[in-house]
């Protein structure tokens, strides 16, 4: 079976606009606000309605900008949303409807009204409790416990098989979504550089960007590979960067046939070396770099990238890698 397209944010807002009140829709991609209890790529039902319908406790879908959110509304006068885990949203936005319903995988669960109250309370000790450092790195042990190897089996069979290719222009939806969860990364930079250097054709192509798709065209993964020359450091030729990879497809060799799929076609663009910088104190990523053939740079280059860093304001120290590109 193909990949299901995920439609633009542009058509679902057309949709959206032209809903009448009281009528429903499923809508994909709008949900990363509601994480942990929604993940990237799952659905939320929307009744459409406007803010007088709503109250506080209930989910509302909300256009900001050209983005869709569905946001807890924690106050009605003034009007104000925020996400599960984060603080409120700044004032704007046009709400679109009331979410009456989540799916998650091939599990659907309603949000009636009596909901309300419960799901504020959730908010709030949520809320409260992700902003204690404590809390975060308890909740990082905890699911590198259960997304360590042992799980493996079972999370390929939900995961499914991926498909590891070049993104393309039409995979920016699936790559917003993805960037909202897991990247640091501004959603207008991907933009630009999908649409400008990576989602070109081979022919004008320049960088990269390599995903793994699940069956449901989600990213499961996610690494590009492009000059640092962009953001003005100095620093020559073509660099790996963000290789991230969810938590639920690792340990399945996503990060290596990422790095090959990048490492391909940086040679086929005529590179001659690709570089990569990592956290000293990353053993994973820097294992996962040794397997794919990438070697410790030279002292200088290594000495170079660290100052480059130094001086744009970070502040951890860099082990810098390399794998030569032989024809």
Excluded at 41 to 57: E, I
Excluded at 110 to 129: C, D, E
Excluded at 211 to 223: C, I, N
Excluded at 224 to 231: I, K, L, M, N
């Amino acid at each position: 079976m193909p990949p299901r397209k995920t439609p633009s944010t542009q058509v679902l807002l057309d949709v959206l606009d032209a809903l009448p009140p009281g009528q429903r829709l499923w809508v994909h991609g709008a949900g990363h606000g509601l994480y942990p209890l929604l993940g990237r790529g799952d659905a939320v039902q929307v009744l459409r309605c406007g803010p007088g319908a709503l109250g506080r406790g209930d989910v509302a879908l909300m256009r900001q900008g050209r983005k869709l959110v569905a946001h807890v509304v924690v106050s009605t006068r003034p009007w104000l949303t925020a996400s599960l885990l984060g603080g409120t949203d700044p004032p704007g936005g046009v709400t679109l409807g009331r979410v009456v319903a989540v799916r998650r995988g091939p599990w659907v669960i309603p949000l009636p009204r009596p909901f309300r109250p419960a799901l504020w309370v959730a908010r709030q000790a949520m809320a409260a409790a992700w902003a204690r450092p404590e809390s975060r790195l308890v909740y990082r042990g905890v699911r590198d416990f259960f997304f360590s190897g042992w799980s493996r089996p079972l999370r390929q069979r939900l995961v499914g098989p991926l498909e590891v290719r070049l993104l393309r222009a039409d995979d920016l939806d699936a790559l917003l979504v993805f960037a909202g969860e897991r990247l640091v990364v501004s959603p207008g930079f991907l933009r630009r550089q999908l649409r400008e250097r990576w989602g070109l054709d081979a022919s004008s192509r320049r960088g990269a960007a390599a995903g793994a798709f699940d069956g449901q065209g989600r990213l499961q993964g996610f690494a590009w590979v492009d000059s640092y020359r962009q953001e003005a450091l100095p620093l020559d030729g073509v660099w790996v960067r963000s290789l991230v990879v969810a938590p639920q497809a690792r340990r399945m060799k996503v990060a290596t046939r990422l790095l090959g799929c990048l490492v391909d076609e940086a040679r086929s663009q005529g590179e001659a070396r690709v570089y990569a910088d990592i956290d000293d104190d990353n053993a994973a990523s820097l294992r996962t770099f040794g397997g794919a053939g990438f070697r410790r740079a030279a002292p200088e280059l290594t000495r170079r990238t660290n100052e480059a860093w130094d001086a744009a304001g970070r502040t951890k120290a860099l082990v810098v890698l390399e794998r030569d590109l032989e024809p």
